[in-house]
């Protein structure tokens, strides 16, 4: 379980790792430091501004690195209804828009052990086009579904003693992240 967010300010970056844009490669990096539990939320607030229907983001980190957090935060700043919390034992939960944005489709891998031929009975491939799609654990599973994506990894400070310290990289996969400046990210 998560810790319950402090009031602080917006993470601190700690510099990006490459560039984007028209003249970038297929994938981007950005390495941003984040300290407590609602910058988290705040970076996922930061990147909810940069999706749209049909991106699929994948989160990786250890248990309890922060990765519903940050979906918390995508789904605050995507407007979605009900509440972000992880879908472990269901699986998945799609939360509807309230508004005119897509909605935010929040997958937990962890208990699924193959690929993607496991995943198909959720029809992500059906909601990738008009939904956000963040899939926890989904590296080596939800690859296929698309060459565009999102891969955010989270990890924990090495030797922190405040157990708040993570280290997030968010790496552009494909043509649609190398047209995007993830470098936004770090403000």
Same mark, same amino acid.
């Given at each position: 379980?998560?810790?319950?967010? /402090?009031?602080? #300010?917006? /993470?601190?970056?700690?510099?990006?790792?490459?560039?984007?844009?028209?003249?970038?490669?297929?994938?981007?990096?950005?390495?941003?430091?984040?300290?407590?539990?609602?910058?988290?939320?705040? +970076?996922?607030?930061?990147?909810?501004? %940069?999706?749209?229907?049909?991106?699929?983001?994948?989160?990786?980190?250890? %248990?309890?690195? #922060?990765?519903?957090?940050?979906?918390?935060?995508?789904?605050?700043?995507?407007?979605?209804?009900?509440?972000?919390?992880?879908?472990?034992?269901?699986?998945?939960?799609?939360?509807?828009?309230?508004?005119? #944005?897509?909605?935010?489709?929040?997958?937990?891998?962890?208990?699924?052990?193959?690929?993607?031929?496991?995943?198909?009975?959720?029809?992500?491939?059906?909601?990738?086009?008009?939904?956000?799609?963040?899939?926890?654990?989904?590296?080596?599973?939800?690859?296929? +579904?698309?060459?565009?994506?999102?891969?955010?990894?989270?990890? !924990?400070?090495?030797?922190?003693?405040?157990?708040?310290? !993570?280290?997030?990289?968010?790496? #552009? %996969?494909?043509? !649609?992240?190398?047209?995007?400046?993830?470098?936004?990210?770090?403000?």
């Amino acid at each position: 379980m998560e810790a319950p967010a /402090a009031a602080q #300010g917006p /993470a601190e970056p700690s510099g990006p790792s490459g560039t984007s844009g028209p003249s970038a490669g297929p994938s981007s990096d950005v390495e941003i430091t984040v300290t407590s539990p609602e910058q988290m939320r705040e +970076l996922g607030r930061r990147l909810a501004k %940069l999706l749209r229907a049909g991106d699929l983001v994948m989160l990786s980190g250890e %248990l309890g690195a #922060g990765k519903t957090t940050l979906t918390r935060g995508l789904g605050e700043s995507l407007g979605v209804r009900g509440a972000v919390t992880s879908p472990t034992f269901v699986i998945a939960r799609v939360h509807p828009s309230l508004g005119d #944005g897509p909605p935010l489709v929040h997958v937990d891998a962890y208990r699924l052990s193959g690929g993607l031929d496991e995943m198909e009975d959720l029809d992500l491939d059906v909601s990738l086009s008009d939904s956000v799609i963040v899939v926890e654990w989904g590296e080596g599973k939800v690859e296929e +579904l698309t060459e565009d994506r999102l891969r955010v990894r989270i990890d !924990r400070g090495v030797g922190d003693t405040t157990d708040e310290v !993570r280290h997030v990289t968010v790496t #552009g %996969l494909g043509e !649609r992240w190398a047209r995007t400046d993830v470098t936004v990210l770090t403000g």
